[in-house]
């Protein structure tokens, strides 16, 4: 996994700085177009890796409340829920499905990662976004950080490997 999460990011990277580098050679539009389309599914790829998403068994209310009643059993800091449909309806969106943003971290995860990284890590997202998806399903999205882990090394692979064990014992019994 780490080879291949390393590949991924080195060829979106380097796409992106070939794409943006004045030598960049002439193409003719469809040569282009496929370069792009290459690169939208390189981005797609380091996306699978980067994120997990996952159908709930429940549905929409109950997940919410058992991603949250999970985390405050375990001593998550807890956040706000934002409704994120409710936004969208009030911009204008008619048809804008029901949308929750979760944030909730592992106690303490963001000083742990500081550490482990000498300070030069970016911290976690500490988000998970629920939703309904167009088939009426539940689905819920979020880092996947035990597969970053995999593409770190040293103390703060074993630190982003112990926070994504937390959160993949939190969602084990939500998701399929």
């Not at 944030?103 to 963001?110: D, V, Y």
């Amino acid at each position: 996994m780490t080879k291949r999460f390393i590949a991924l990011l080195a060829a979106g990277i380097a796409g992106t700085t070939l794409a943006q580098g004045p030598q960049a050679p002439r193409m003719t539009p469809e040569q282009a177009q496929q370069a792009m389309m290459q690169q939208q599914m390189l981005q797609m790829q380091l996306m699978s890796v980067m994120f997990d998403l996952r159908k709930s068994r429940h549905g929409f209310d109950e997940t919410v409340n058992r991603i949250r009643d999970g985390a405050a059993r375990r001593g998550w800091q807890i956040g706000e829920i934002k409704d994120v449909q409710s936004a969208m309806r009030e911009a204008g969106a008619k048809d804008a499905k029901r949308m929750k943003v979760i944030s909730l971290c592992p106690a303490g995860a963001n000083d742990r990662v500081s550490k482990a990284g000498d300070g030069k890590a970016p911290p976690l997202p500490c988000r998970v976004t629920v939703f309904e998806g167009k088939d009426g399903a539940v689905h819920l999205v979020r880092m996947n950080v035990s597969n970053v882990a995999r593409a770190m090394q040293g103390d703060l692979a074993r630190t982003l490997a112990e926070i994504g064990a937390e959160e993949d014992a939190l969602y084990k019994d939500i998701v399929e």
